[in-house]
């Protein structure tokens, strides 16, 4: 059964760069065809996705963040990261890893249970 | 400001029919499969609906999708205490090359 388990510091400072690391288990991270991604969601608020990773190294982003955040893949540790710079208490949210197929004929499938970050000083 | 419009409320008492909208534009719901998800308090989204209309196994047919130009909609009939969640549709927009959300409704059973 694929599964995904974020992890990082629960709390970030102003200004700072917020680190997340998400572990996949039970299938490769380097499965055909699948990309790994992050979406987040501020509390009592939607869904944002943030953006996505083919573990060749192809990744897109949300253009609303897309300069602030990069996205990248450890294949021999079956994991993805996270890194979004120059954080603000706008960026305070639960961060989900997720996998998903770029285009969108399959969902976002399989989640993490989600990370909650805050950003204070 | 989502891309994807909801109404940001549902209701329903049990046994009814309710149904949620979801409104996009051309280069998303126009262009591309509808996914629908279910959020319980405290726990990620779980595939309700795929592919404008599928159901995942498991998910009870009470719940039906539906597409039409730059619409959707989720309808669940029968509907039970343990449906009360919030409820997001999503979907790929080819102008921003990405994923899009909507706001998300919270559905309430009376």
């Known amino acids: 059964q694929l599964q995904l388990q974020e992890s990082g510091p629960g709390l970030v400072k102003p200004s700072e760069t917020l680190s997340l690391t998400c572990t996949v288990s039970?299938?490769?991270?380097?499965?055909?065809?699948?990309?790994w991604g992050w979406s987040r969601q501020p509390p009592g608020k939607g869904l944002e996705w943030l953006g996505s990773v083919h573990y060749s190294g192809n990744a897109y982003q949300n253009p609303s963040l897309k300069s602030r955040v990069s996205i990248s893949v450890a294949t021999s540790k079956n994991q993805l990261s996270l890194k979004l710079r120059s954080v603000t208490a706008a960026d305070t949210a639960v961060y989900y890893c997720a996998r998903d197929r770029y285009g969108g004929s399959e969902p976002i499938d399989y989640w993490g249970q989600g990370i909650m970050v805050t950003v204070s000083s | 400001q989502s891309v994807l419009t909801q109404p940001p409320s549902a209701s329903g008492t049990p046994g009814q029919r309710v149904t949620i909208s979801c409104s996009g534009s051309r280069s998303n719901i126009g262009n591309n499969y509808v996914y629908w998800y279910q959020q319980l308090p405290g726990t990620a989204p779980k595939v309700l609906i795929y592919?404008?209309?599928q159901r995942p196994s498991g998910v009870p047919d009470r719940f039906s999708g539906s597409q039409s130009g730059t619409s959707a909609s989720l309808a669940i009939s029968g509907l039970r205490s343990e449906d009360e969640s919030h409820y997001y549709c999503?979907?790929?927009?080819?102008?921003?090359?990405?994923?899009?959300f909507g706001g998300g409704t919270k559905l309430t059973v009376l």
């Open positions: 039970g299938a490769s991270i380097t499965s055909s065809g699948h990309y």
């Open positions: 999503a979907t790929w927009d080819d102008s921003l090359s990405g994923w899009v």
């Open positions: 592919r404008n209309g």
